[in-house]
């Protein structure tokens, strides 16, 4: 069972950064990624980011420029694995619940429970 917690929502003005963290934990030796999506109010849920078990980004074209997507190597372990997102140039727009999903390739995908990301000023 593979369990994912995420935290380092908030609330953040414009142009403002925030780093979000995903906390995998369980049997992770058939995660062959691991990715962030997020869902507007209103809106259908959309792929931000992503990083596979080789360390290979790639990004929505909304937020590339601005979001990173990494993994905490020096504690990366079959049973415990963290992912990060790292926010700049926060706009309106990325008002969205934030969600960590892992991609497995023997399961169905896991998610967590979302965490809320506002950017108002």
């Known amino acids: 069972q593979v369990q994912l917690v995420e935290s380092g929502g908030g609330l953040v003005q414009p142009g403002g950064s925030l780093r979000l963290s995903c906390v995998a934990s369980?049997?992770?030796?058939?995660?062959?990624?691991m990715r962030w999506y997020r869902q507007a109010p209103g809106k259908e849920r959309e792929l931000v980011a992503a990083i596979t078990s080789g360390g290979r980004a790639d990004y929505a074209d909304s937020v590339k420029g601005r979001f990173t997507i990494s993994k905490d190597l020096a504690n990366d372990t079959g049973h415990k694995r963290t992912v990060y997102l790292l926010m700049n140039g926060l706009k309106t727009e990325d008002t969205a619940v934030y969600y960590c999903?892992?991609?497995?390739?023997?399961?169905?995908?896991?998610w967590g429970q979302g965490t809320q990301v506002t950017v108002s000023s």
């Open positions: 999903n892992a991609l497995d390739i023997i399961s169905p995908e896991h």
């Open positions: 369980g049997s992770l030796f058939s995660i062959s990624a």
